[in-house]
């Protein structure tokens, strides 16, 4: 069994301004491209859900690594226009730290939360590790 310490979460929500028909072409197109870019950076179990307005996708990946995270960004972003923007969340397995994203007219801005050791059994655990 494959070993993925990073697990992602992304909302893609639609303008209203898209017709029907408009909506349903753009989020084949970007199922498709997405697909591709998760693929080509190492995602696996690509799995989305389609929600009216919105859709979702989740993915994992091997390492957690906030370069990887950039580059995912960097290719998705110019299909964010006034008719499409996305939000991503890539979580930590080992609860560390949360990315967030938000893209929106071609450009991405980032949050990181890093959380708290959980106490001394947390870090005789990061000493052995580390």
Not at 6 to 23: G, I, N
Not at 30 to 48: D, M, N, R, V, Y
Not at 92 to 97: E, F, H, L, Q, R
Not at 102 to 112: A, D, K, L, T
Request: glycine share 4%; hydrophobic share 40%; with cysteine.
């Amino acid at each position: 069994m494959a070993r993925n310490a990073t697990e992602l979460f992304a909302q893609f929500v639609y303008s209203v301004e898209l017709s029907y028909d408009s909506l349903m072409e753009r989020e084949s197109e970007l199922k498709t491209s997405f697909t591709a870019i998760l693929e080509q950076h190492g995602g696996e179990f690509i799995h989305f859900e389609e929600m009216g307005d919105t859709m979702r996708a989740q993915c994992a990946f091997a390492r957690y690594e906030e370069d990887l995270f950039h580059d995912i960004c960097d290719d998705i972003a110019p299909q964010m226009d006034s008719f499409v923007e996305a939000r991503f969340l890539f979580v930590d397995k080992d609860v560390n730290s949360l990315h967030i994203f938000v893209i929106n007219n071609g450009r991405w801005q980032e949050s990181c939360l890093r959380l708290p050791e959980a106490g001394p059994l947390s870090r005789a655990l990061l000493d052995k590790d580390g």
